[in-house]
T-cell receptor
Framework: SQTIHQWPATLVQPVGSPLSLECTVEGTSNPNLYWYRQAAGRGLQLLFY??????ISSEVPQNLSASRPQDRQFILSSKKLLLSDSGFYLC????????FGPGTRLTVL | GENVEQHPSTLSVQEGDSAVIKCTYS??????FPWYKQELGKGPQLIIDIRSNVGEKKDQRIAVTLNKTAKHFSLHITETQPEDSAVYFCAASPNSGYSTLTFGKGTMLLVSP
């Protein structure tokens, strides 16, 4: 069966610091991968998606970037965090259905 | 692009009652409609989905109905239990799950014992 991992689970970072969130998927090959952000009490905002290694599509202009260095690895990064980057970050993969990871709670102070 | 509207934003029911959450979509090309349940601090969990070749699908206490003509679909939960309390999201996709999903804004369901 397929499993999706995200780490870290929680992160507190100062404004202006860099960010790296990692997502890995097990049990499937060549999945479509997605990064979503969820602000407190709000819906799911699609940030990036990838259909293959090195292929990244950005949905919304952000202070963030994404990379896919390996087939089952998806990384979300920032060079300098803003207060507005705080939120719950979710990685997802899709085949015939879409499945979400456990999420990373990011607080920028 | 696709637009998904979800109602109500909050729904409070007594344990044992039924709960219904409704969504409408705008793109007639959408053919896949999943529902997710999100508990506090966790990632959304797929609970049921329906494709446009059927009008209804049921899994124990959960059912989903689809009206392609009216472009709306609904989640029905019968015999609600306190553990059903969560935020529920509907979504739509034009490619049977293989393309990006467009989500509704979510419904917070509160089931009181």
């Amino acid at each position: 069966s397929q499993t999706i991992h995200q780490w870290p689970a929680t992160l507190v970072q100062p404004v202006g610091s860099p960010l790296s969130l990692e997502c890995t998927v097990e049990g499937t090959s060549n999945p479509n991968l997605y990064w979503y952000r969820q602000a407190a009490g709000r819906g799911l905002q699609l940030l990036f998606y990838s259909v293959g290694i090195g292929q990244i599509s950005s949905e919304v202009p952000q202070n963030l970037s994404a990379s896919r260095p390996q087939d089952r690895q998806f990384i979300l990064s920032s060079k300098k965090l803003l207060l507005s980057d705080s939120g719950f970050y979710l990685c997802a993969w899709s085949g015939k259905r879409n499945f979400f990871g456990p999420g990373t709670r990011l607080t920028v102070l | 692009g696709e637009n998904v509207e979800q109602h109500p934003s909050t729904l409070s029911v007594q344990e044992g009652d039924s709960a219904v959450i409704k969504c409408t979509y705008s793109d007639s090309a959408s053919n896949y409609f999943p529902w997710y349940k999100q508990e506090l601090g966790k990632g959304p969990q797929l609970i049921i989905d329906i494709r446009s070749n059927v009008g209804e699908k049921k899994d124990q206490r959960i059912a989903v109905t689809l009206n392609k003509t009216a472009k709306h679909f609904s989640l029905h939960i019968t015999e609600t239990q306190p553990e059903d309390s969560a935020v529920y999201f509907c979504a739509a996709s034009p490619n049977s799950g293989y393309s990006t999903l467009t989500f509704g804004k979510g419904t917070m369901l509160l089931v009181s014992p």
